[in-house]
């Protein structure tokens, strides 16, 4: 099977790697020519592209044939209000490249739900009212529009794993605020699983949460990594009414026969 990747950092090169290691034809993009070179070194025929098509090579046939493309860039975070629809724009112009049965993986996050008390599900929100104000909700309800039930949603929690630890951001520092907080995270690993079993399943037209189940507190976690890293430790606030949400991922279990393999934190 022909797999696009858009985006070949820090998840979608091991992403592409592990799709060449099954057997599939693997093509990808990314934005600095340095790293063309090692892509194809790894059997990933590799496109110089960004999103908004500046100094882009000749895309012509390059993606065509493609069976199956993963999004996977991230929004700019730089970006204000007034470009709240140019992340949703350019995903829409690289979807347009691809053959008319192609169907799409797009990696969203988690933070498209609102930071308040509650237990997430992918029906948590509007997406469509979400969207007049959310960079992400803009994205999906735009894919959404144009791809149908040829795209499914991944909304990805945290991002942790291979030389991403989060400890480093907590160590020695004093009074955290939100100690009592719940930590929503996935390995690297659960998240290249997650998409690959989304291919191999052939499930279009969901969405789904893609995290671990354990919920430990901001204070609990981030204690325990800087413990494990050997680096200092961080003093929290311990609010009576922390502020935060649990990110549920039962539909990703079922309906995916899913099973992760980190499904703790202090797994990872």
């Given at each position: 099977m022909k797999i696009a990747v858009v985006g070949l950092g820090w998840l979608g090169f091991p992403l592409a790697k592990s799709l060449v290691g099954k057997g599939h034809q693997v093509v990808g993009s990314t934005r600095t020519l340095a790293k063309v070179e090692t892509l194809e070194a790894n059997g990933i025929e590799t496109i110089l592209m960004d999103a908004?098509?500046?100094?882009?090579?000749?895309?012509?046939?390059?993606?065509?044939?493609?069976?199956?493309?993963?999004?996977?860039?991230?929004?700019?975070?730089?970006?204000?209000?007034?470009?709240?629809?140019?992340?949703?724009?350019?995903?829409?112009?690289?979807?347009?490249?691809?053959?008319?049965?192609?169907?799409?993986?797009?990696?969203?996050?988690?933070?498209?739900?609102?930071?308040?008390?509650?237990?997430?599900?992918?029906?948590?929100?509007?997406r469509n009212l979400l969207a007049q104000h959310h960079t992400l909700a803009f994205a999906e309800s735009a894919l959404d529009t144009l791809l149908g039930n040829r795209l499914t949603i991944v909304r990805m929690a945290g991002l942790i794993g291979e030389q991403r630890k989060l400890s480093v951001f907590f160590s020695g520092r004093e009074n955290v605020p939100n100690g009592n907080a719940p930590v929503n995270l996935i390995h690297q690993v659960d998240c290249i699983r997650i998409i690959e079993q989304i291919i191999s399943k052939n499930c279009w037209g969901e969405t789904f949460n893609a995290c671990a189940s354990d919920h430990p507190t901001r204070e609990a976690y981030y204690t325990f990594a800087c413990q494990k890293d050997g680096i200092a430790l961080p003093t929290f606030q311990a609010e009576s009414k922390p502020t935060g949400k649990v990110i549920l991922n039962q539909k990703s279990k079922q309906m995916l026969d899913f099973e992760y393999k980190f499904d703790s934190p202090f797994l990872m």
């Open positions: 908004k098509f500046e100094n882009s090579q000749d895309l012509t046939h390059f993606f065509d044939k493609t069976a199956v493309c993963v999004l996977n860039f991230p929004p700019n975070r730089n970006e204000n209000a007034a470009d709240l629809k140019a992340y949703g724009m350019n995903a829409l112009r690289i979807a347009a490249l691809f053959p008319t049965a192609c169907k799409f993986i797009f990696v969203s996050s988690t933070g498209i739900y609102p930071d308040e008390n509650q237990l997430a599900d992918e029906a948590s929100i509007d």
